[in-house]
C-alpha cells in the first residue's frame, strides 16, 4: 500500500529553474526521506529528515518536513538536464518499513 | 550508511520457471527484510516484510504461494518467484533494516526480471 501521494504527478522545467515537489502522507512517522531514479534503474538516496526536524540541505536539494500538515517538499535549485528522473518520498513510521508516494516525474529541458 | 547487496541485477527466465533473487546486507545484521516490486512507470509496492526466522508477512493482493520468501539469516532473504508469468516482469528491489545505530532501512540496487 501506498503511504502519500506526490504532487505534480510531471513536472517538465527549463534548465536553471528551480523544481519544487510536494510529498503528503496519512500516519505518523520517524522519518521521511526522498529518492532518485533515472529510467530503468536502482534508487539513489537524497536526504533523510527526521520526524523532530523541519528543514535538511544538501548541496542543491532543501527538504521541509512540516509534521502538522503531514506534507514534505522537496526543492532542487539550479536544476541540471542530469537531474532529469523520478523522485520518490517515502515514508518510515517503525519497525524500518518503508512506504512510498506515488512519485513525480521531473524532466529538465537543455 | 550500510550496505545491502542484491543480486542479480538483471535476469531474463522463460515462462513456467522459478527464479530466485538474493538480498543481503553485507556489513550488519538485519533483522527485518522487506521486498518492493515496481511496474513501468509507477511507484515501489511493498510486497512483503520477513523477519529472520519467521514467516513473511504479505501485503493484500500478494500471492505468498507464488513469491516465496526466506529469511533463514540475519544477513540473507531470498525471494522466488516461481511459475513465472510475463505479467511478473517488473524491477524487484528489497531493503534491510536492522543492526546497531541504523535508524532506517537501505535498499539494495534491485533485479530486473524479463519473463519471456
Known amino acids: 500500500s501506498q503511504q502519500g501521494e506526490e504532487d505534480p504527478q510531471a513536472l517538465s522545467i527549463q534548465e536553471g529553474e528551480n523544481a519544487t515537489m510536494n510529498c503528503s502522507y496519512k500516519t505518523s512517522i520517524n522519518n521521511l526521506q526522498w529518492y532518485r531514479q533515472n529510467s530503468g534503474r536502482g534508487l539513489v538516496h537524497l536526504i533523510l529528515?527526521?520526524?523532530?526536524?523541519r528543514e535538511k540541505h544538501s548541496g542543491r536539494l532543501r527538504v521541509t518536513l512540516d509534521t502538522s500538515k503531514k506534507s514534505s517538499s522537496l526543492l532542487i535549485t539550479a536544476s541540471r538536464a542530469a537531474d532529469t528522473a523520478s523522485y520518490f518520498c517515502a515514508t518510515e513510521a517503525g519497525g524500518f518499513k518503508t512506504i512510498f508516494g506515488a512519485g513525480t516525474r521531473l524532466f529538465v529541458k537543455a | 550508511g550500510a550496505v545491502v547487496s542484491q543480486h542479480p541485477s538483471r535476469v531474463i527466465c522463460k515462462s513456467g520457471t522459478s527464479v530466485k533473487i538474493e538480498c543481503r546486507s553485507l556489513?550488519?545484521?538485519?533483522?527485518?527484510m522487506f521486498w518492493y516490486r515496481q511496474f513501468p512507470k509507477q511507484s515501489l509496492m511493498l510486497m512483503a516484510t520477513?523477519?529472520?526466522?519467521?514467516?513473511?508477512?504479505?501485503e493484500q493482493g500478494v500471492e505468498k504461494d507464488k513469491f516465496l520468501i526466506n529469511h533463514a539469516s540475519l544477513t540473507l532473504s531470498t525471494l522466488t518467484v516461481t511459475s513465472a508469468h510475463p505479467e511478473d516482469s517488473s524491477f524487484y528491489i528489497c531493503?534491510?533494516?536492522?543492526?546497531?545505530?541504523?535508524?532506517?532501512?537501505?535498499f539494495g540496487q534491485g533485479t530486473r526480471l524479463t519473463v519471456v
Open positions: 531493503s534491510a533494516g536492522g543492526g546497531a545505530g541504523n535508524t532506517e532501512a537501505f
Open positions: 529528515i527526521r520526524s523532530n526536524e
Open positions: 520477513s523477519n529472520e526466522g519467521s514467516k513473511a508477512t504479505y
Open positions: 556489513d550488519f545484521q538485519a533483522t527485518t
